[in-house]
């Protein structure tokens, strides 16, 4: 009987999921909100949120200039980086994929390398290291080294028919790129390496209010482009060529993946550092929780999870205990490997 | 009653297949002309590198002939749109779609791909077609396994299933039971059989099994690496001499008498067998193991001759009586000592 109970249960188990997903992305929101080296309580939260009662400038300036915007920015970027890394993983088949596999996110670190630290060695350090103009110019250097590697996948996945040998060659690329980074790093001064360094560890902090616009709006657009692939992608984790076989057009097919996800990792990348391991975890949390290998379902979960996953780490970062906020980075691998690591062996059972 | 032609589903004119290396146009097979009818289970045989997967891979479209052309449905392939070949040619390969929670459904549900719209969105008449596949090749209890879990039959009947929800006239199976064990074969090669009879399907499959597809297949399409493709129904191919002449030089006979593939050696003796069947079967099958030729002729020095029952089975030599066994157990435990030594 196990056989057949699947099809009765399946359905709402999966709605079930997704409305406890929206609910505890509230719920997260919220927490995330509460927490930080200021202590708001959760009447003053209230308060302030829907201007009812008494309000404090002071709570408001925090809550709608840091925390909000910070929310907000590990919502969409935890979504768009889990979306792009499920479909590098169905697009090589390759449970190890994630976002930066091709290299778009060592692109980035290569443009802000370029601008921190070739600046450091002049005048311009002081400039960089304060102000919005010094994000900006981060933000944008980080798009571009970012875009420029996605433009050399892309002429590569025009003339390379195998896969795998895409895949190769976009690690390749992203070792060229970590090694010209390794470089810069070397000559560099120490204070603008600081700063560097800072900036690779990843945070959701950076993206301050007026900017925050701008960075859900293309991230939000990167998804809605990932749905339209829903069909693509499914025919994708088939393999090549039962996929060409199915009428599927592989070469345009990969261009618009590539294209999609690497936009996703690019902004993201710019505008909140290398984020890692979200991108890789994600979307195997999402198969095994809901059961799937449906696009149709797995990229809107998958996007759900992630941004949960996203807050959760950005609580953990921010928790009283560590007296600041640690690098995000190495919060999200930290909560989320062990889940990883519990849901394989749970699978061997 | 009226001879029925079976419709052609696909043609060869002159297809001269290979593949490009090095910028080097490296020809495998010349000038092929073969057709592939509706109804018709077809084998492709031959040993590795003998051009078998650029046969098949050429047909399903997957690289261009060298030169030279074919037909589907009476139609040049060229005309063919990317979803017109889709809903033509379905194809069941070697590799195995091995994707993490691919359920057996969503597989066979990938069929409908060159049917369904942009959002891939199944109506009514994909559902059908799905469930339909399904029981038509026995997993519908399976429809929610995840394909990762089924043994390597079941795994390949989903695969079939796949393209039966893909509703083309032809499928091509690439070693379709290589690695299934030896019932496993069977169910699917007769699966494919009444698919081929009842649903009108042309199937074409590649095996290396010749017994297999000499069982099976409705004709037989013989490549090499230095011989022109051979292609015929296989009784006729056994009785003029055809599968013999094809497989001389590669050190095995084909016998004619028996269907099986020997080693070309020259047997130790003749001998004549007189018994009822099956047990003359059997005892042809045990003395060819130990490459003693039974004959047809009574003109061999030894006889063997089994009562109707198959109680006393005697060794004459000339007439002479050399051994006497008791019973077939008997036989089959002891002959061979007695006739290494005749």
């Known amino acids: ?349 | 009653m009226n001879q029925i032609v079976k419709p052609t589903a696909l043609a060869t004119s002159a297809l001269t297949i290979g593949y490009h290396q090095n910028g080097q146009k490296i020809t495998v097979q010349k000038e092929i002309n073969i057709t592939l009818r509706q109804g018709e289970l077809v084998a492709l045989i031959g040993p590795n590198g003998s051009g078998k997967s650029t046969l098949l891979r050429t047909l399903a479209g997957f690289q261009p002939p060298i030169s030279g052309d074919f037909q589907l449905l009476g139609r040049g392939v060229k005309s063919y749109s990317r979803n017109e070949w889709a809903r033509t040619i379905s194809i069941v390969l070697t590799e195995m779609p091995r994707a993490d929670k691919l359920t057996v459904s969503d597989l066979v549900a990938s069929g409908r791909s060159p049917y369904t719209g942009f959002s891939g969105r199944l109506s009514g008449t994909d559902k059908r077609a799905i469930s339909l596949a399904m029981s038509s090749t026995g997993i519908t209890t399976m429809r929610n396994h995840y394909l990762n879990r089924l043994s390597d039959g079941e795994r390949q009947r989903a695969l079939i299933a796949k393209s039966l929800a893909q509703d083309t006239p032809i499928i091509m199976l690439d070693e379709p039971a290589a690695f299934l064990d030896f019932p496993g074969r069977i169910r699917i090669m007769h699966l494919l059989r009444e698919l081929a009879r009842h649903q009108q399907k042309a199937i074409m499959i590649t095996t290396h099994d010749i017994g297999l597809a000499l069982q099976y297949s409705d004709r037989l399409w013989l490549v090499s690496q230095d011989k022109p493709l051979l292609e015929g129904i296989p009784e006729p191919l056994a009785l003029n001499g055809n599968l013999q002449q094809y497989f001389t030089g590669q050190e095995v006979d084909f016998d004619v008498n028996s269907g099986k593939f020997l080693l070309d050696v020259p047997p130790l003796y003749n001998v004549s067998v007189e018994a009822q069947l099956p047990l003359h079967f059997w005892l042809t099958h045990a003395l060819n193991r130990h490459q003693i030729n039974v004959t047809r002729t009574t003109y061999t020095p030894y006889h063997i001759v089994a009562t109707c029952s198959g109680e006393v089975i005697s060794l004459f030599k000339e007439e002479k009586l050399i051994k006497t066994w008791v019973d077939e157990s008997d036989f089959f435990e002891h002959f061979s000592t007695v006739v290494f030594n005749m």
């Open chain 1, 1 to 349: 009987m196990t056989v057949n109970q699947p099809t009765l249960k399946r359905p709402t188990v999966r709605i079930t999921l997704l409305i406890s997903g929206f609910i505890l992305t509230l719920l997260l929101v919220l927490a995330n909100l509460l927490t930080g080296s200021v202590d708001i309580s959760p009447d003053q939260l209230l308060n302030n949120l829907t201007g009812f009662g008494p309000t404090d400038s002071t709570i408001t300036t925090i809550l709608f200039k840091f925390r909000l915007p910070q929310a907000i920015t590990a919502l969409v970027a935890g979504a768009g980086l889990s979306v792009a890394g499920l479909m590098m993983q169905s697009l090589f088949r390759n449970p190890l994929a994630d976002p930066s596999i091709l290299g778009i996110s060592s692109g980035a670190s290569l443009g802000v390398a370029i601008l921190i630290l070739s600046a450091g060695t002049g005048s311009g350090t002081a400039f960089l290291t304060s102000g919005i103009l010094g994000d900006l110019t981060v933000t944008f250097a980080a798009l571009a080294g970012a875009i420029l590697v996605m433009m050399i996948i892309i002429v590569f996945a025009r003339t390379i028919q195998s896969h795998s040998n895409l895949l190769i060659l976009g690690i390749m690329v992203g070792y060229i790129t970590f090694s010209a980074v390794g470089i810069l790093k070397y000559y560099s001064p120490r204070e603008a390496l600081q700063r560097f360094v800072i900036w690779g560890l990843g945070s959701f902090g950076e993206v301050s209010q007026s900017r925050l616009g701008l960075f859900v709006l293309l991230t939000i657009l990167g998804l809605f482009a990932s749905i339209l692939l829903a069909k693509t992608l499914n025919l994708m984790l088939l393999g090549e060529h039962y996929a060409q076989n199915l009428g599927l057009n592989i070469r345009k097919a990969r261009l618009f993946i590539i294209l999609i996800s690497g936009f996703l990792t690019a902004v993201i990348t710019a505008y909140c550092g290398p984020v890692a391991f979200l991108g890789l975890a994600v979307p195997h949390l999402t198969r095994n929780l809901f059961q799937t290998s449906s696009h149709q379902l797995l990229l809107p979960a998958s996007a759900l999870l992630g941004g949960i996953l996203a807050l959760l780490c950005n609580l953990a970062a921010r928790l009283p205990v560590f007296n600041g906020t640690l690098p995000i980075s190495a919060v999200t691998a930290l909560v989320g490997a062990p889940v990883v690591i519990w849901l394989i062996f749970k699978g061997n059972k």
